[in-house]
């Protein structure tokens, strides 16, 4: 959890896209990112000193909702508001947050109800996390689909939104690949619709 909490942060509002680095990896691959996924627009609003909120959106399954949390405030999603506002404190800044979390969920079905459950048009940051959903029910090639969807959808409505991929995962996927040393189908997806669309990627899998 403060692996994800601390690269979004970072990520999405201390690079700028040119020559930005960002690596995860897990064991026997690596995801190279230098997407800033949106970050400069973030930038400049923070800066800006006409200051605003920013909105920032979670697109998921059980995992967003936080289902098997201790507590429903526990949920990744709502520590990440939390922690941006504490960190942005300083700045004046007020971070809201919206979930749009359906339990059991892929990427097929929110790609159909993101425009009813989210305001893209006042987006700033879009969270999407369908990787175990995508790897127990869709095709390699369904799954990048629906995630190219998620993505063009959201950037027609604000094209400078920022948008993060993250990359949950389970048990099923701990055996099934990353103890193989192999990387989750649904994620290799994924990865391929970031890599197009320079889209922010972290990864909380196993280092």
Same mark, same amino acid.
């Given at each position: 959890?403060?692996?994800?909490?601390?690269?979004? =942060?970072?990520? /999405?509002?201390? #690079?700028s *896209?040119? +020559? %930005?680095?960002e690596? &995860?990896? @897990?064991?026997?691959?690596e995801?190279e990112?230098?997407?800033?996924?949106?970050a400069?627009?973030?930038i400049?609003?923070?800066?800006?000193?006409?200051?605003?909120e920013?909105?920032?959106? =979670?697109?998921g /399954?059980?995992i #967003?909702? *936080?289902? +098997? %949390?201790?507590?429903? &405030?526990? @949920?990744?999603?709502?520590?990440?508001?939390r922690?941006?506002?504490?960190?942005?404190?300083?700045?004046?800044l007020?971070?809201k947050g919206?979930?749009?979390?359906?339990?059991?969920?892929?990427?097929?079905y /929110?790609v159909?109800r993101?425009?009813?459950?989210?305001?893209?048009?006042?987006?700033?940051?879009?969270v999407?996390e369908?990787?175990?959903?995508?790897?127990?029910?869709?095709?390699?090639?369904?799954?990048?689909?629906?995630m190219?969807?998620?993505?063009?959808?959201?950037?027609k409505?604000?094209?400078?939104?920022?948008?993060?991929?993250?990359?949950?995962t389970n048990?099923k996927?701990?055996?099934n690949?990353?103890?193989?040393?192999?990387?989750?189908?649904s994620i290799?997806?994924?990865?391929?619709v970031?890599?197009?669309?320079?889209?922010?990627?972290?990864?909380?899998?196993?280092?």
């Open positions: 959890m403060r692996k994800f909490l601390f690269c979004l =942060f970072f990520c /999405g509002l201390m #690079t *896209g040119a +020559g %930005a680095d690596s &995860s990896s @897990a064991p026997g691959f995801i990112s230098t997407a800033s996924g949106g400069q627009y973030l400049n609003k923070i800066n800006n000193e006409n200051k605003t920013i909105n920032i959106a =979670f697109l /399954g059980s #967003t909702q *936080g289902v +098997g %949390a201790s507590h429903p &405030s526990r @949920a990744y999603s709502r520590q990440c508001v922690f941006l506002n504490k960190a942005m404190e300083d700045k004046g007020k971070f919206k979930i749009a979390a359906v339990g059991g969920t892929d990427s097929f /929110g159909f993101m425009s009813a459950q989210l305001d893209l048009k006042n987006t700033d940051i879009l999407v369908f990787a175990v959903n995508d790897f127990s029910g869709r095709s390699l090639t369904s799954a990048g689909d629906a190219e969807g998620i993505v063009r959808q959201a950037r409505n604000n094209p400078d939104m920022m948008i993060v991929f993250l990359y949950t048990r996927m701990l055996t690949c990353y103890d193989k040393k192999v990387l989750p189908e290799r997806a994924h990865h391929k970031a890599e197009h669309y320079s889209v922010a990627e972290v990864h909380s899998g196993p280092d």
